[in-house]
């Protein structure tokens, strides 16, 4: 079965600092791979997707995220921090058997401190 | 453009009682969603819905949970009767297509806590 997992489910970091938040996954076949933010009392918002070519991929805020096959992890990251950055981050692989439907890992909570 | 819809925001119930969320997706989209949040938990797909036809509802606990979505447009998801652990956010979410460049998009969600 394909899933993904995220390795942190905190990672408090300072404000400009550069920041990089883990996911792995498992798959037998094509690989579509997601981040999404949630702040808080939101819904989620698409941050960036990976779907083919180059495996460094950009999204919005500032934030992009390095596909790598053979370690099978997408880690999101941005250089510089902001307070406003403070959310919850969720990897999701999309699962197509028959029809698609996105997995989500159990997310990683971003802290930004001053 | 308006995003996805969801009411109520928050609800309280006692076990046993039921309760029902709404959710209109953007305009045109013809794939609709139900996703639960548990406190700590990724979401998780309930249901799926290409128009007005239930393409997935593995995940859905048929016995107490119920989805609907009449004219292929807004959409209603049935608790009952609820159980402690059913309290989460609901999320609906919607997309254009089933494809995998086409981006989901999330309502606010449904906040349900049940005591």
């Known amino acids: 079965a394909q899933s993904v997992t995220q390795l942190d489910s905190q990672v408090p970091v300072f404000e400009e600092a550069p920041v990089e938040l883990r996911c792995n996954y498992s798959?037998?076949?094509?690989?579509?791979l997601f981040w999404y933010v949630q702040y808080p009392n939101q819904g989620l918002q698409l941050l960036l997707k990976y779907l083919s070519g180059s495996t460094l991929v950009k999204g919005i805020n500032g934030f992009e995220a390095e596909f790598n096959k053979s370690q099978t992890s997408v880690h999101l990251r941005k250089p510089s921090v902001h307070i406003s950055d403070t959310a919850e981050y969720f990897c999701a692989v999309l699962v197509d058997t028959g029809f698609q439907k996105l997995v989500f890992g159990t997310g990683t909570r971003l802290l930004v401190s001053p | 453009e308006a995003g996805v819809a969801q009411s109520p925001r928050y609800k309280i119930i006692e076990k046993r009682q039921s309760v029902a969320f709404w959710c209109n997706p953007i305009?045109?989209?013809?794939?609709l969603y139900w996703y639960q949040q548990i406190l700590g938990q990724g979401p998780k797909l309930l249901i799926q819905?290409?128009?007005?036809?239930?393409?997935?509802d593995s995940q859905l606990p048929k016995d107490r949970f119920s989805a609907e979505r009449l004219k292929g447009v807004d959409s209603t998801l049935k608790i009952q009767p609820a159980k402690l652990e059913d309290s989460a956010v609901y999320l609906c979410a919607s997309s254009l297509v089933v494809a995998v460049n086409t981006e989901a998009f999330f309502g606010q969600g449904t906040r349900l806590t049940v005591v």
């Open positions: 798959s037998s076949v094509s690989v579509y």
């Open positions: 305009s045109g989209h013809a794939t």
């Open positions: 819905f290409q128009n007005n036809g239930v393409v997935d």
